[in-house]
């Protein structure tokens, strides 16, 4: 005998969810929790009895580029929450900006608390800021503010590498957390190069296999999936051997003669 099972209802959810919900379980992508992490920090700031807004800037062309995009997306969410977003047109004049939201309560007339900052660029794009960022950070952040600095890179070369990785290090990443980043990265690249390799591969086996010698075609899931699982497993050790000198380097002799 069928047993009816009681109805559930349905849940009240909105594509706006993963910026206005305050509690429950939202879905969003990583570029769109920065958008989320500032309308937080806002309202973190009222529940503590603060006044304050938001200031985003930085380079449009860095891997971050689409961070840009989910702002003005989200332009509504951003101005009901007091947080202005303007792109520089390079690193070194988004950061100087957001250096100078942190001395809006050195003048009288200010209208908030504090501004809390949020910096983004590429690799380069911090070699290039280090003037900026040790004079912002020997002056400091304003009691009620504070600047989050993000950088991402893609990077080919031995070189471009040491330099990301001891910016890295200067702007406060462990060894540990570079490592684990680059060893996603080169996760990542090795799969990727190994799935289109099999594609391939199989795609040719099976055009050969069926056109020209006339016999039945039968895939290997087995062997695919031991190629992508090995050809990701010799990258990351091959990335490691390059990565580990890179985080042996100091950062003030290379920072220094950048």
């Excluded at 305050?22 to 992508?29: A, E, K, P």
């Excluded at 090795?190 to 040719?204: M, N, R």
Aim: net charge positive.
């Amino acid at each position: 005998m069928a047993m009816a099972l009681p109805a559930r209802p349905l849940l009240d959810v909105t594509l706006d969810d993963k910026y206005v919900a305050q509690s429950g379980r939202v879905y969003l992508t990583g570029t769109q929790a920065l958008v989320r992490l500032a309308f937080m920090q806002r309202r973190r700031d009222l529940a503590a009895g603060l006044n304050t807004a938001g200031f985003v800037s930085g380079y449009r062309g860095s891997p971050l580029g689409g961070l840009d995009q989910a702002m003005w997306q989200a332009r509504r969410h951003m101005k009901d929450h007091h947080i202005h977003f303007t792109p520089g047109v390079n690193e070194e004049l988004a950061a100087a900006a957001v250096w100078g939201t942190q001395q809006v309560n050195m003048y009288d007339g200010a209208k908030y608390d504090g501004v809390f900052g949020m910096w983004y660029g590429k690799g380069p794009g911090v070699d290039r800021c280090g003037d900026v960022f040790k004079h912002a950070n020997a002056a400091g952040t304003s009691p009620n503010g504070g600047v989050l600095v993000l950088a991402g890179a893609i990077v080919a070369t031995h070189r471009r590498r040491v330099y990301d990785a001891v910016g890295l290090k200067a702007l406060g990443a462990t060894r540990a957390d570079v490592m684990r980043a680059f060893l996603a990265e080169f996760a990542l690249l090795g799969a990727a190069a190994a799935i289109v390799a099999a594609l391939v591969g199989t795609l040719a086996a099976w055009g050969l296999i069926t056109e020209y010698m006339r016999v039945e075609f039968v895939p290997l899931p087995g062997t695919i999936f031991g190629t992508v699982l090995g050809a990701a497993v010799v990258v990351m050790l091959l990335g490691l051997g390059g990565t580990w000198r890179a985080l042996g380097q100091k950062a003030a002799p290379l920072l220094r003669n950048a």
